[in-house]
Every structure is written in C-alpha cells, then in structure tokens.
C-alpha cells in the first residue's frame, strides 16, 4: 500500500464530499435561482457542476485503487496532473480576478491531492 496515494484519496474524498454538500447550498442553489439567467446557459453550468462531482468522485476511486490494488504510473500521473491543473486554476482565478484566497478555497483542496499524489509518484 501507497501510504501518500492512500492520503490523495482520502483527499479527493474529502474534496467531493465539501463539493457535494457544501458547495451545492452555497452556490448551485443560489445559481440556480437567477432569473436573469436564460434556462440552456443555466443548465449548462448545472450539468458542469454534476461532471465535477463525478470526476472528484472517479478520482477518489482512482487514487484507492492505485494505493490499495493496483500501482498503475500512469493513471497516477494523469490524477496528479488533474489535481495540480485545478489547483493552479484556482489560483490563477484568484490573481487575475483579484479575489481573498480564502474566498474561493478550491486551490486548498487540489494543491494537497497533487502534492500526495507526487509523493506518491516519488516512494513507489
């Protein structure tokens, strides 16, 4: 067993769990009560917030697969790099659109997937 690819999935767990309840009261609901905004584009960024949930979810899976069952580099890298991806984005958001760090916190989640996920990389 990979004991950093095991904290990645914990991680990940912990990230789609806070994305599934937390996030949906604190800004689906709200996104979702718009009027102004017309139904397709609504819906659209409704369904990108189900793809999100899945991919935490298949993230989650992912990373327990390759620390219980099966190492697999590859898919690690491709996990780590998902992780790091997002984490950056958020950052990026926060620097250009000029937001509290601690106001948009996605990056807080990612970072330590990604991190976990190089140790990972690094001990196997």
Same mark, same amino acid.
């Given at each position: 067993m990979?004991?950093? /690819? /095991? &904290? $990645? &999935?914990?991680? !990940?767990?912990?990230?789609?769990l806070a994305h599934l309840f937390l996030g949906g009261h604190d800004i689906v609901n709200p996104l979702l009560k718009v009027s102004e905004l017309?139904? *397709?584009?609504?819906?659209t960024a409704y369904y990108g917030w189900h793809i999100v949930t899945l991919l935490l979810f298949a993230m989650t899976c992912a990373y327990a697969y390759v620390a219980f069952v099966q190492p697999d580099v590859p898919l690690t890298v491709m996990l780590t790099s998902m $992780?790091? &991806?997002? &984490? #950056? /984005? !958020? *950052?990026? #958001?926060?620097v250009t659109r000029q937001l509290q760090p601690l106001d948009y916190p996605q990056w807080a989640l990612f970072l330590? *997937? $990604? #991190?976990?996920?190089? /140790?990972? #990389?690094?001990?196997?």
């Open positions: 990979n004991r950093f /690819l /095991l &904290a $990645a &999935a914990v991680m !990940s767990l912990i990230t789609f017309q139904d *397709i584009p609504k819906l $992780a790091a &991806a997002c &984490a #950056l /984005l !958020s *950052i990026g #958001l926060i330590p *997937i $990604a #991190l976990f996920g190089v /140790l990972g #990389l690094t001990s196997a």
